[in-house]
Protein backbone atom coordinates (compact mmCIF):
# COMPACT_ATOMS: atom_id res chain seq x y z
CA UNK A 1 0.00 0.00 0.00
CA UNK A 2 1.04 3.34 -1.03
CA UNK A 3 1.50 6.31 1.72
CA UNK A 4 0.49 9.80 1.50
CA UNK A 5 1.06 12.40 3.83
CA UNK A 6 -0.73 15.63 4.01
CA UNK A 7 0.13 18.53 5.28
CA UNK A 8 -2.48 21.33 6.06
CA UNK A 9 -2.37 25.31 6.55
CA UNK A 10 -5.13 27.70 6.75
CA UNK A 11 -8.75 28.02 8.12
CA UNK A 12 -10.98 25.24 9.34
CA UNK A 13 -12.22 24.99 5.95
CA UNK A 14 -9.05 23.68 4.82
CA UNK A 15 -8.36 21.46 7.48
CA UNK A 16 -12.28 20.19 6.40
CA UNK A 17 -10.73 19.50 2.90
CA UNK A 18 -7.71 18.13 3.94
CA UNK A 19 -10.44 15.30 5.35
CA UNK A 20 -11.70 14.77 2.19
CA UNK A 21 -8.47 14.70 0.46
CA UNK A 22 -7.36 11.57 2.92
CA UNK A 23 -10.80 9.98 2.01
CA UNK A 24 -10.53 10.00 -1.44
CA UNK A 25 -6.86 9.02 -1.53
CA UNK A 26 -7.85 6.14 1.12
CA UNK A 27 -10.67 5.18 -1.55
CA UNK A 28 -7.88 3.98 -4.06
CA UNK A 29 -5.44 2.66 -1.53
CA UNK A 30 -3.40 5.07 0.09
CA UNK A 31 -2.52 5.46 3.54
CA UNK A 32 -2.21 8.06 5.34
CA UNK A 33 1.14 8.67 7.15
CA UNK A 34 1.88 11.62 9.59
CA UNK A 35 6.10 11.11 8.59
CA UNK A 36 6.51 12.72 5.51
CA UNK A 37 10.15 10.57 4.89
CA UNK A 38 7.76 7.60 4.46
CA UNK A 39 5.70 9.05 2.27
CA UNK A 40 4.83 8.27 -1.51
CA UNK A 41 2.91 11.06 -2.17
CA UNK A 42 3.01 14.48 -0.42
CA UNK A 43 -0.09 17.04 -0.28
CA UNK A 44 -0.20 20.14 0.80
CA UNK A 45 -3.43 21.91 1.68
CA UNK A 46 -2.13 25.83 1.34
CA UNK A 47 -3.56 29.07 2.78
CA UNK A 48 -3.00 32.41 0.86
CA UNK A 49 -5.11 34.73 2.85
CA UNK A 50 -1.69 36.52 4.28
CA UNK A 51 1.45 37.06 2.65
CA UNK A 52 2.85 34.96 5.83
CA UNK A 53 0.38 32.35 5.66
CA UNK A 54 1.57 31.70 1.61
CA UNK A 55 5.20 31.88 2.50
CA UNK A 56 5.02 28.73 4.71
CA UNK A 57 3.92 26.97 1.33
CA UNK A 58 7.27 27.72 -0.60
CA UNK A 59 9.29 27.42 2.63
CA UNK A 60 7.82 23.79 3.08
CA UNK A 61 8.35 23.04 -0.50
CA UNK A 62 11.91 24.38 -0.28
CA UNK A 63 12.46 21.79 2.70
CA UNK A 64 11.11 19.07 0.17
CA UNK A 65 13.46 19.54 -2.80
CA UNK A 66 16.11 17.02 -0.65
CA UNK A 67 13.23 14.37 -0.36
CA UNK A 68 12.35 14.43 -3.68
CA UNK A 69 16.11 14.09 -4.88
CA UNK A 70 16.50 11.07 -2.59
CA UNK A 71 13.08 9.67 -3.74
CA UNK A 72 12.22 10.37 -7.46
CA UNK A 73 9.18 8.00 -7.14
CA UNK A 74 7.85 10.60 -4.53
CA UNK A 75 5.42 13.03 -6.04
CA UNK A 76 4.25 16.39 -4.14
CA UNK A 77 1.10 18.54 -4.54
CA UNK A 78 -0.40 21.61 -3.96
CA UNK A 79 -3.65 22.17 -3.35
CA UNK A 80 -5.61 24.91 -1.35
CA UNK A 81 -5.73 28.92 -2.27
CA UNK A 82 -1.63 29.30 -2.79
CA UNK A 83 -2.50 26.58 -6.06
CA UNK A 84 -5.88 27.86 -7.12
CA UNK A 85 -4.02 31.67 -7.06
CA UNK A 86 -0.62 30.64 -8.54
CA UNK A 87 -1.40 27.54 -10.73
CA UNK A 88 0.69 27.16 -13.52
CA UNK A 89 3.17 30.15 -11.91
CA UNK A 90 3.85 26.98 -9.11
CA UNK A 91 5.22 24.71 -11.64
CA UNK A 92 7.19 27.07 -12.79
CA UNK A 93 9.12 28.29 -9.67
CA UNK A 94 9.21 25.33 -8.03
CA UNK A 95 10.95 22.70 -10.25
CA UNK A 96 10.60 19.86 -8.19
CA UNK A 97 6.83 19.89 -7.73
CA UNK A 98 4.27 17.84 -9.64
CA UNK A 99 0.84 18.35 -9.12
CA UNK A 100 -0.92 21.86 -8.56
CA UNK A 101 -4.79 21.15 -8.09
CA UNK A 102 -7.34 24.05 -7.08
CA UNK A 103 -9.85 24.37 -4.38
CA UNK A 104 -12.42 23.00 -6.33
CA UNK A 105 -10.30 19.81 -7.81
CA UNK A 106 -10.17 17.54 -4.62
CA UNK A 107 -12.55 14.94 -6.26
CA UNK A 108 -10.63 14.64 -9.05
CA UNK A 109 -7.45 13.73 -6.92
CA UNK A 110 -6.76 10.11 -7.67
CA UNK A 111 -7.06 10.63 -11.92
CA UNK A 112 -4.61 13.61 -11.70
CA UNK A 113 -2.02 11.85 -9.28
CA UNK A 114 -2.74 8.51 -11.82
CA UNK A 115 -1.93 11.09 -14.66
CA UNK A 116 1.14 12.24 -13.08
CA UNK A 117 2.49 9.17 -12.20
CA UNK A 118 1.72 7.27 -15.39
CA UNK A 119 3.30 10.16 -17.87
CA UNK A 120 5.25 11.72 -15.97
CA UNK A 121 3.93 14.89 -16.86
CA UNK A 122 3.40 18.10 -14.41
CA UNK A 123 0.43 19.02 -14.30
CA UNK A 124 -1.75 22.67 -13.31
CA UNK A 125 -5.87 21.90 -12.98
CA UNK A 126 -7.59 25.02 -11.30
CA UNK A 127 -10.72 24.82 -13.24
CA UNK A 128 -13.50 26.24 -10.80
CA UNK A 129 -15.96 23.57 -11.29
CA UNK A 130 -19.63 24.37 -10.13
CA UNK A 131 -21.94 22.20 -8.09
CA UNK A 132 -21.74 19.80 -4.70
CA UNK A 133 -18.08 19.03 -3.93
CA UNK A 134 -18.96 17.52 -0.43
CA UNK A 135 -20.14 14.22 -0.81
CA UNK A 136 -21.43 12.29 2.03
CA UNK A 137 -19.90 9.00 1.33
CA UNK A 138 -16.32 10.30 1.47
CA UNK A 139 -16.43 11.65 4.75
CA UNK A 140 -15.32 9.02 6.58
CA UNK A 141 -12.76 5.80 6.08
CA UNK A 142 -14.13 2.67 6.58
CA UNK A 143 -13.69 1.38 9.95
CA UNK A 144 -12.40 4.59 11.31
CA UNK A 145 -14.50 6.28 13.48
CA UNK A 146 -14.88 10.58 12.81
CA UNK A 147 -14.69 10.84 16.78
CA UNK A 148 -16.53 13.13 19.15
CA UNK A 149 -16.02 16.72 16.99
CA UNK A 150 -16.63 17.06 13.40
CA UNK A 151 -17.19 19.77 11.17
CA UNK A 152 -19.03 19.86 8.22
CA UNK A 153 -18.89 22.70 5.06
CA UNK A 154 -22.16 23.89 4.70
CA UNK A 155 -20.95 26.27 1.88
CA UNK A 156 -18.65 27.16 -0.15
CA UNK A 157 -17.13 30.47 -1.71
CA UNK A 158 -17.71 33.78 -1.12
CA UNK A 159 -19.87 36.77 -3.10
CA UNK A 160 -18.66 39.73 -0.73
CA UNK A 161 -15.30 40.52 -2.28
CA UNK A 162 -14.39 42.60 0.98
CA UNK A 163 -11.73 44.72 -0.54
CA UNK A 164 -8.55 43.00 1.07
CA UNK A 165 -10.16 39.29 0.71
CA UNK A 166 -8.40 37.08 -1.66
CA UNK A 167 -11.20 34.25 -0.59
CA UNK A 168 -13.90 35.18 -3.35
CA UNK A 169 -10.70 34.57 -6.09
CA UNK A 170 -9.07 31.59 -4.79
CA UNK A 171 -13.03 29.85 -3.49
CA UNK A 172 -14.99 31.09 -6.23
CA UNK A 173 -18.50 32.61 -6.05
CA UNK A 174 -20.77 30.94 -2.94
CA UNK A 175 -22.52 27.86 -3.39
CA UNK A 176 -24.88 26.46 -0.72
CA UNK A 177 -25.24 22.79 -0.39
CA UNK A 178 -28.75 20.78 0.12
CA UNK A 179 -30.32 21.13 3.41
CA UNK A 180 -31.31 17.68 3.05
CA UNK A 181 -27.52 16.61 1.98
CA UNK A 182 -26.19 18.27 5.28
CA UNK A 183 -29.07 16.67 7.58
CA UNK A 184 -27.74 13.25 6.27
CA UNK A 185 -24.45 13.91 7.05
CA UNK A 186 -24.82 15.08 10.69
CA UNK A 187 -27.32 12.37 11.41
CA UNK A 188 -24.85 9.63 9.71
CA UNK A 189 -21.87 11.58 12.12
CA UNK A 190 -24.23 11.82 14.88
CA UNK A 191 -25.08 7.79 14.92
CA UNK A 192 -20.95 7.49 14.42
CA UNK A 193 -20.71 9.09 17.83
CA UNK A 194 -20.06 12.59 17.06
CA UNK A 195 -21.69 15.28 19.55
CA UNK A 196 -20.57 18.44 18.46
CA UNK A 197 -20.57 19.48 15.04
CA UNK A 198 -19.36 22.93 13.22
CA UNK A 199 -20.97 24.38 10.37
CA UNK A 200 -18.43 25.53 8.40
CA UNK A 201 -18.87 28.59 5.56
CA UNK A 202 -16.98 32.02 4.70
CA UNK A 203 -20.70 33.48 5.18
CA UNK A 204 -22.97 31.04 7.06
CA UNK A 205 -25.29 33.72 7.69
CA UNK A 206 -26.02 34.19 3.80
CA UNK A 207 -26.54 29.89 3.68
CA UNK A 208 -29.41 29.06 1.30
CA UNK A 209 -30.13 32.36 0.00
CA UNK A 210 -28.60 31.91 -3.88
CA UNK A 211 -30.72 28.20 -3.67
CA UNK A 212 -34.30 28.65 -4.71
CA UNK A 213 -36.50 26.73 -2.20
CA UNK A 214 -33.63 26.36 -0.04
CA UNK A 215 -34.02 26.74 4.10
CA UNK A 216 -32.37 29.79 5.51
CA UNK A 217 -29.75 28.90 7.99
CA UNK A 218 -31.71 29.76 11.04
CA UNK A 219 -34.12 26.99 9.37
CA UNK A 220 -31.07 24.83 8.81
CA UNK A 221 -29.99 25.29 12.73
CA UNK A 222 -33.97 24.26 13.63
CA UNK A 223 -33.74 21.66 11.30
CA UNK A 224 -30.33 20.44 12.69
CA UNK A 225 -31.66 21.13 16.05
CA UNK A 226 -33.35 17.53 16.71
CA UNK A 227 -30.55 15.67 14.83
CA UNK A 228 -30.57 12.54 17.97
CA UNK A 229 -27.28 12.91 20.16
CA UNK A 230 -26.16 15.75 18.71
CA UNK A 231 -25.01 17.71 21.92
CA UNK A 232 -23.79 20.70 20.71
CA UNK A 233 -24.37 23.01 17.21
CA UNK A 234 -21.26 25.70 16.50
CA UNK A 235 -20.68 27.88 13.05
CA UNK A 236 -18.12 29.81 11.41
CA UNK A 237 -18.07 32.55 10.24
CA UNK A 238 -21.21 34.99 10.12
CA UNK A 239 -20.87 38.50 8.31
CA UNK A 240 -22.26 40.99 10.39
CA UNK A 241 -24.10 42.65 7.44
CA UNK A 242 -26.40 39.29 6.98
CA UNK A 243 -26.94 38.62 10.58
CA UNK A 244 -30.54 38.85 10.72
CA UNK A 245 -33.31 38.91 13.50
CA UNK A 246 -34.20 35.35 12.71
CA UNK A 247 -30.40 34.04 13.36
CA UNK A 248 -30.36 36.30 16.39
CA UNK A 249 -33.15 34.61 17.43
CA UNK A 250 -31.82 30.90 17.67
CA UNK A 251 -29.51 32.06 20.33
CA UNK A 252 -31.60 30.25 23.57
CA UNK A 253 -34.36 29.46 21.52
CA UNK A 254 -32.67 25.81 19.57
CA UNK A 255 -31.40 23.78 22.93
CA UNK A 256 -28.10 22.61 20.96
CA UNK A 257 -26.76 25.60 19.44
CA UNK A 258 -24.08 27.18 21.85
CA UNK A 259 -23.62 30.43 22.81
CA UNK A 260 -21.02 31.64 20.91
CA UNK A 261 -20.55 34.27 18.11
CA UNK A 262 -17.81 34.80 15.70
CA UNK A 263 -18.76 38.12 14.23
CA UNK A 264 -15.77 39.43 12.44
CA UNK A 265 -15.92 43.69 12.51
CA UNK A 266 -12.45 44.30 10.36
CA UNK A 267 -12.48 48.00 11.97
CA UNK A 268 -14.13 50.80 13.93
CA UNK A 269 -14.11 53.34 11.90
CA UNK A 270 -17.00 53.93 9.25
CA UNK A 271 -14.82 55.24 6.16
CA UNK A 272 -12.24 52.47 6.64
CA UNK A 273 -15.27 49.63 6.50
CA UNK A 274 -16.78 51.86 3.39
CA UNK A 275 -13.21 51.29 1.84
CA UNK A 276 -12.87 47.57 2.92
CA UNK A 277 -16.78 47.08 1.16
CA UNK A 278 -18.27 45.42 4.52
CA UNK A 279 -21.33 46.50 3.63
CA UNK A 280 -22.41 47.79 7.27
CA UNK A 281 -21.36 51.21 9.45
CA UNK A 282 -20.00 50.85 13.28
CA UNK A 283 -23.45 51.87 14.42
CA UNK A 284 -24.99 48.46 12.29
CA UNK A 285 -22.39 46.41 14.20
CA UNK A 286 -23.07 47.75 17.26
CA UNK A 287 -27.19 47.53 17.35
CA UNK A 288 -25.90 43.88 16.71
CA UNK A 289 -24.10 43.47 19.48
CA UNK A 290 -26.59 45.16 21.67
CA UNK A 291 -29.57 42.70 20.23
CA UNK A 292 -27.40 39.92 20.65
CA UNK A 293 -26.91 40.29 24.11
CA UNK A 294 -30.35 41.68 24.63
CA UNK A 295 -31.59 38.55 23.66
CA UNK A 296 -28.99 36.07 25.19
CA UNK A 297 -27.53 37.38 28.11
CA UNK A 298 -24.07 35.82 28.41
CA UNK A 299 -23.62 35.00 24.66
CA UNK A 300 -19.65 35.08 24.03
CA UNK A 301 -18.63 37.60 21.05
CA UNK A 302 -15.74 37.02 19.29
CA UNK A 303 -14.11 39.13 16.43
CA UNK A 304 -11.22 39.79 14.04
CA UNK A 305 -9.61 42.76 12.84
CA UNK A 306 -7.27 44.24 10.63
CA UNK A 307 -5.07 46.84 11.42
CA UNK A 308 -3.39 49.56 8.90
CA UNK A 309 -5.96 48.91 5.70
CA UNK A 310 -4.64 51.10 3.42
CA UNK A 311 -5.32 55.21 4.33
CA UNK A 312 -6.39 54.16 7.79
CA UNK A 313 -5.60 57.13 10.05
CA UNK A 314 -4.62 57.54 13.55
CA UNK A 315 -7.85 58.74 14.39
CA UNK A 316 -9.27 55.52 12.34
CA UNK A 317 -7.94 53.56 14.90
CA UNK A 318 -8.69 55.21 17.30
CA UNK A 319 -12.15 54.54 16.63
CA UNK A 320 -11.36 50.93 16.29
CA UNK A 321 -10.14 51.02 20.03
CA UNK A 322 -13.28 52.20 20.71
CA UNK A 323 -15.32 49.60 19.15
CA UNK A 324 -13.31 47.32 21.38
CA UNK A 325 -13.25 48.93 24.72
CA UNK A 326 -17.67 49.40 24.14
CA UNK A 327 -18.13 45.76 23.00
CA UNK A 328 -16.13 44.38 25.47
CA UNK A 329 -14.68 40.92 23.12
CA UNK A 330 -14.86 37.71 24.62
CA UNK A 331 -11.43 37.44 22.62
CA UNK A 332 -10.17 38.56 19.28
CA UNK A 333 -8.19 37.76 16.40
CA UNK A 334 -5.98 40.91 14.85
CA UNK A 335 -3.88 41.05 12.03
CA UNK A 336 -1.62 43.51 10.08
CA UNK A 337 -3.05 43.92 6.61
CA UNK A 338 -1.11 42.36 3.79
CA UNK A 339 -1.54 43.28 0.44
CA UNK A 340 -2.71 40.24 -1.45
CA UNK A 341 -2.92 40.05 -5.38
CA UNK A 342 -5.71 40.30 -7.47
CA UNK A 343 -7.78 42.13 -4.35
CA UNK A 344 -8.45 45.90 -5.26
CA UNK A 345 -7.12 47.20 -1.91
CA UNK A 346 -3.66 46.18 -3.37
CA UNK A 347 -4.01 49.50 -5.74
CA UNK A 348 -5.21 51.50 -3.10
CA UNK A 349 -3.00 54.72 -2.45
CA UNK A 350 -1.31 55.33 1.06
CA UNK A 351 -0.58 52.05 1.76
CA UNK A 352 0.01 52.39 5.56
CA UNK A 353 3.68 51.75 6.68
CA UNK A 354 5.31 48.24 8.53
CA UNK A 355 6.24 49.87 11.53
CA UNK A 356 3.12 52.09 12.07
CA UNK A 357 0.91 48.57 11.41
CA UNK A 358 2.78 46.98 14.42
CA UNK A 359 2.48 49.46 16.71
CA UNK A 360 -1.34 49.20 16.42
CA UNK A 361 -1.84 45.76 16.36
CA UNK A 362 0.21 45.67 19.51
CA UNK A 363 -1.91 48.41 20.86
CA UNK A 364 -4.96 46.37 19.92
CA UNK A 365 -3.55 42.70 21.21
CA UNK A 366 -2.52 44.52 24.82
CA UNK A 367 -6.21 45.78 25.48
CA UNK A 368 -7.67 42.90 24.48
CA UNK A 369 -5.52 40.34 26.37
CA UNK A 370 -6.80 42.40 29.51
CA UNK A 371 -9.92 42.38 28.92
CA UNK A 372 -9.65 38.51 28.02
CA UNK A 373 -8.19 37.98 31.11
CA UNK A 374 -11.01 39.94 33.02
CA UNK A 375 -13.88 38.01 31.51
CA UNK A 376 -12.49 34.44 32.38
CA UNK A 377 -11.74 36.39 36.52
CA UNK A 378 -15.06 36.55 36.70
CA UNK A 379 -15.99 33.02 36.01
CA UNK A 380 -13.78 32.16 39.11
CA UNK A 381 -15.87 30.50 41.71
CA UNK A 382 -18.59 29.53 39.21
CA UNK A 383 -20.10 26.06 37.98
CA UNK A 384 -19.79 25.70 34.36
CA UNK A 385 -21.20 22.93 32.67
CA UNK A 386 -17.88 21.29 30.60
CA UNK A 387 -18.50 18.93 27.79
CA UNK A 388 -15.24 16.54 27.94
CA UNK A 389 -13.61 16.37 24.46
CA UNK A 390 -10.09 15.50 25.17
CA UNK A 391 -7.19 15.62 27.31
CA UNK A 392 -5.49 18.56 28.56
CA UNK A 393 -2.61 19.99 26.27
CA UNK A 394 0.10 20.95 29.27
CA UNK A 395 -0.95 17.98 31.51
CA UNK A 396 -2.48 14.87 30.03
CA UNK A 397 -3.47 13.08 33.05
CA UNK A 398 -5.94 15.81 33.44
CA UNK A 399 -9.24 16.35 30.79
CA UNK A 400 -10.34 19.34 28.59
CA UNK A 401 -13.77 20.56 27.68
CA UNK A 402 -15.00 23.49 26.79
CA UNK A 403 -18.22 25.76 27.94
CA UNK A 404 -20.97 26.26 25.91
CA UNK A 405 -19.43 29.83 25.64
CA UNK A 406 -16.15 27.98 23.94
CA UNK A 407 -13.94 28.65 27.13
CA UNK A 408 -11.12 25.99 27.13
CA UNK A 409 -11.94 24.04 30.98
CA UNK A 410 -8.97 21.89 32.17
CA UNK A 411 -9.56 19.89 35.66
CA UNK A 412 -8.54 16.45 36.79
CA UNK A 413 -10.93 13.29 36.41
CA UNK A 414 -11.04 10.20 35.30
CA UNK A 415 -10.40 8.97 31.12
CA UNK A 416 -14.29 8.18 31.06
CA UNK A 417 -15.44 11.51 31.43
CA UNK A 418 -14.35 12.06 27.43
CA UNK A 419 -17.77 12.64 25.49
CA UNK A 420 -20.04 13.53 28.86
CA UNK A 421 -20.63 17.01 30.16
CA UNK A 422 -19.96 17.47 33.70
CA UNK A 423 -20.33 20.65 36.14
CA UNK A 424 -16.92 22.29 37.00
CA UNK A 425 -16.08 24.73 39.65
CA UNK A 426 -13.63 27.16 38.00
CA UNK A 427 -10.80 27.94 40.16
CA UNK A 428 -8.04 29.61 37.75
CA UNK A 429 -8.21 31.78 35.20
CA UNK A 430 -5.67 31.96 32.55
CA UNK A 431 -5.49 34.11 29.45
CA UNK A 432 -6.26 30.83 26.71
CA UNK A 433 -8.13 28.80 29.47
CA UNK A 434 -9.39 28.04 33.04
CA UNK A 435 -8.88 25.20 35.22
CA UNK A 436 -10.71 23.63 37.60
CA UNK A 437 -12.10 20.98 39.70
CA UNK A 438 -15.40 18.41 38.82
CA UNK A 439 -18.18 18.94 41.42
N1 LIG B 1 -15.18 34.93 5.77
C1 LIG B 1 -14.66 35.38 6.98
C2 LIG B 1 -13.19 35.66 7.02
C3 LIG B 1 -12.23 34.72 6.43
S1 LIG B 1 -10.58 35.25 6.48
C4 LIG B 1 -15.35 36.68 7.28
O1 LIG B 1 -15.72 37.42 6.41
O2 LIG B 1 -15.48 36.97 8.42
C5 LIG B 1 -10.26 35.41 8.20
C6 LIG B 1 -9.77 36.76 8.60
O3 LIG B 1 -8.54 37.04 8.00
C7 LIG B 1 -10.66 37.91 8.20
O4 LIG B 1 -11.74 38.06 9.06
C8 LIG B 1 -9.71 39.07 8.26
O5 LIG B 1 -9.67 39.64 9.54
C9 LIG B 1 -8.36 38.44 7.95
N2 LIG B 1 -7.88 38.83 6.63
C10 LIG B 1 -8.43 38.55 5.43
N3 LIG B 1 -7.72 39.12 4.44
C11 LIG B 1 -6.68 39.78 5.03
C12 LIG B 1 -5.61 40.59 4.54
N4 LIG B 1 -5.45 40.83 3.25
N5 LIG B 1 -4.74 41.10 5.44
C13 LIG B 1 -4.89 40.86 6.76
N6 LIG B 1 -5.89 40.12 7.28
C14 LIG B 1 -6.78 39.58 6.43
FE1 LIG C 1 -13.18 37.46 2.54
FE2 LIG C 1 -15.09 39.20 3.00
FE3 LIG C 1 -15.70 36.84 1.91
FE4 LIG C 1 -14.95 36.98 4.45
S1 LIG C 1 -16.80 37.88 3.57
S2 LIG C 1 -14.22 35.53 2.93
S3 LIG C 1 -13.46 38.62 4.46
S4 LIG C 1 -14.48 38.47 0.99
FE1 LIG D 1 -6.71 30.64 3.84
FE2 LIG D 1 -8.14 29.79 1.84
FE3 LIG D 1 -9.03 29.54 4.30
S1 LIG D 1 -6.97 31.64 1.87
S2 LIG D 1 -8.17 31.29 5.32
S3 LIG D 1 -7.25 28.55 3.48
S4 LIG D 1 -10.26 29.96 2.50
Redesign the pocket.
Known amino acids: MKQVHIATFG?QMNERDSQTMARVMNGCDYRITERMEQADLILINTCS??RKAEEKTYSLLGRLKDLKNRNPGLVIGVGGCVAQQEGPRLLERVPHLDLVFGTRMIHQLPALIEEVRSGKNRLSRIEMVQGELYVRDLLMAPGCSPGLKASVTIMQG?N?Y?A??V?PYVRGPEESRGSREILAEVEALAAEGVQEILLLG??VNSYGLNREGELTFAGLLDLLEKVPGLERIRFT?S?PKDLSPELMGCFGRIANLCEHIHL?V?AGSNSVLERMNRGYTRQDYLKKIDQLKARCPGIAITS???VGFPSETEADFEETMDLVKAVQFDDIFS????N?PQTPASNFPDQVAEEEKGRRLMELQTYQKKVTLSKHQTLVGTIQQVWVEGNSKKSPQDRMGRTRTNKIVNFPGPPDLLGKTVPVRIEKAYINSLKGVVV
Open positions: CIRCNCYCVQNTHPQDFIFKYSR
